[in-house]
Structures are given as C-alpha cells and as structure tokens.
C-alpha cells in the first residue's frame, strides 16, 4: 500500500465513522476504497469489519445519554444481534468467495435503494405507529434484528439503515434514542463478526488499522456535529460511492 493509498483509506474510515453514527451505510464509503488499492472482496470486508469496530465504539459513547433507560431494550436486541452476527460470519467464511463476489453487487444496490428511500420510509412508519403497540416490538422486531445481523456479520452495508427503519416503524420511541440503540447493535455485530474472523480468516492489518484509527475519528465527529450536516448531502455520497464499487466489483 503506498502513502496516497494509506491516506485515502484513512480517510474512508472517518467518512465511514462519521456516517456510521448519523445514518449507517459507512462499508459504502470503505469497501470501494479497499477494493481499489487492490485488496481482494472478501479479505476487503473482513478487514473492514475489523476496523469499524472502533467508530462504532465511539458512536455508542457519543449516543451514550441516549441510551439511559433502555438498559432491558439493548439486552434483547443485542442478544438477537450478537446471534445474527455470528451466523452471517459463519456464512461468509463457509460460503465459496464467488458467493460473495457474486451477491455483494446486489446487496449493495439495495442498500443504496434504502439509503436514497430511508426519508419516505421514515414517514410513512411515523404515520403508522400504533400508539397502544409492543414497547420493545414483540417478535416480528426481535425476528427483523436477528435478520439484520446476519446480513450485518456477512457484509454490513446499511445495516444501520435497515436496524433504524425497523425500529422507526415498530418503536414508539424518539429517533435519537433509536439511533442511540442502532449504534449499539452495530458495535455488537461488528464486534463478535471481527472476534470471529480473527479465527478464521485472513486480515489485512495495515488496512484495517487504519479505518479503525479513522472510524473512532470520524465516529466522535458524527456523535457531536453530524446532527447538524444536510442529510441530502450524506446520502449523495454514499450513492456516489457504492455505484462506484458495484462498477468496480462488476469490471474486475
């Protein structure tokens, strides 16, 4: 990796930590850029999840007022992320790589369909919430985390998209401290992923050191002024940059 490569990677890890705490979607701001200074798919992601741990770490400390009282809530959804976690990282190490070549173009369109729809979502499940419903979401919520972790362990981009509708739409609960809960569910499933491929896989430790360094950056920005950044203008990059890896990963 030269100087520029390391500096570009670098900087992905802040875009992506600081995304990561506001919205989610950050793997389509790093993924691309490991995959253009020539680290293969599945060594790319794995080392990815190595080091968002650290944002998202620093998400959660950042959201931490967020989360007072909710103790009960992160136990439950946690223990559905953690499982999922650990299934969708075992997926992805048994699964052939040309698997996973194969199904991450599509996974990353529709998480880019989701990131471009999330406003439209989040309205329309503002208008349906029931206000007599479940508090914690009942099993179609716990089933929804469980899933989300899953695809979270196997490859991750806009889980945090996916854990915020969700929860928009079966949560009568403020959308910070929803965002509060989303970051902790992403930490447990980024954390218990990169706990597993640690044992199994292959890590490119320069790369993955140095998106953790500018995750935890990017992750303690997005936590203090990240509210305050035109969300139109967070989603235009993300579209940008995943379009960008999806023609990469269709060239290669």
């Known amino acids: 990796m030269t100087v520029w490569e390391a500096i570009a990677v670098l900087a992905a890890g802040v875009g992506a930590g ?7 979607s950050g793997t389509l701001i790093t993924f691309p850029v490991l995959l253009a200074v ?6 790319a992601n794995v080392s990815n999840s190595f080091g968002l741990v650290p944002g998202s770490l620093s998400g959660v400390i950042g959201y931490r007022r967020e989360l007072v009282g909710q103790r009960a809530r992160l136990v439950r959804f946690g ?11 075992y997926l992805l190490i048994e699964l052939p790589s040309a698997a ?6 599509v996974l990353i369109l529709l998480a880019l369909v989701l990131v471009v729809l999330q406003p439209r979502v989040a309205r329309v499940v503002a208008a349906r919430r029931r206000p007599d419903g479940d508090p914690h979401g009942g099993l179609p919520l716990l089933a929804g985390i469980f899933l989300t972790g899953v695809y ?5 981009a806009a889980q945090g998209v996916l854990l ?4 928009g739409m079966l949560l009568q609960e403020d959308l910070q401290r929803i965002n509060g809960v989303k970051n902790a569910l992403a930490m447990i499933v980024n954390g ?3 706990l597993f491929f640690l044992f199994t896989s292959t890590v490119n430790w320069a790369a993955a050191g140095l998106i953790a360094i500018g995750s935890l950056v990017g992750g303690m920005i997005g936590a203090r002024v990240g509210r305050r950044l035109p969300p139109q203008a967070l989603r235009a990059v993300i579209v940008v940059v995943g379009l960008a890896a ?3 990963l269709l060239t290669d």
Do not use: R
């Open 18 to 24: 600081m995304i990561n705490v506001i919205v989610g």
């Open 38 to 43: 020539g680290l293969p798919p599945v060594t």
């Open 79 to 89: 223990t559905a992320s953690l499982l999922g976690g650990v299934l969708g990282a």
């Open 100 to 105: 996973f070549d194969a199904v991450v173009p």
């Open 152 to 156: 979270g362990g196997y490859f991750g």
């Open 164 to 167: 915020l509708a969700l929860m």
């Open 192 to 194: 218990v992923a990169a």
């Open 246 to 248: 999806v023609v990469k």
